[in-house]
């Protein structure tokens, strides 16, 4: 069960929102696997890994972060994955 899920919408084609999610993952030294349709990825933090699956459905990028840190908010990964989205 997803421990916080969100979806974040983007223009253009589902390949260049992946590309851009791999690409800002990688960077965070965390692991990326998936297509165009869904996939999934962790991505180490200081307080421990935040793992996760994406799906994307029309011109929506759809995030379930399925574990995370106890003390890391939900709020602050989903801000966090909006940054990298938004900037990669």
């Known amino acids: 069960m997803a421990k916080h899920s969100f979806s974040v919408p983007f223009n ?12 800002a993952i990688e960077k965070a030294g965390g692991k990326f696997t ?5 996939g999934d990825f962790s991505v180490p933090t200081p ?19 399925t574990d995370k840190p106890f003390i890391v908010p939900g709020s ?7 940054k990298f989205l938004e900037t990669a």
């Open 12 to 23: 253009g084609p589902s390949q260049d929102i992946v590309a851009k999610a791999k690409a």
């Open 76 to 82: 602050a990964i989903e801000s966090q994955v909006r």
């Open 47 to 65: 307080a421990g890994t935040v793992k996760g699956t994406y799906a994307v459905s029309a011109q929506s990028f759809s995030v379930d972060i």
């Open 34 to 38: 998936g297509n165009e349709g869904k």
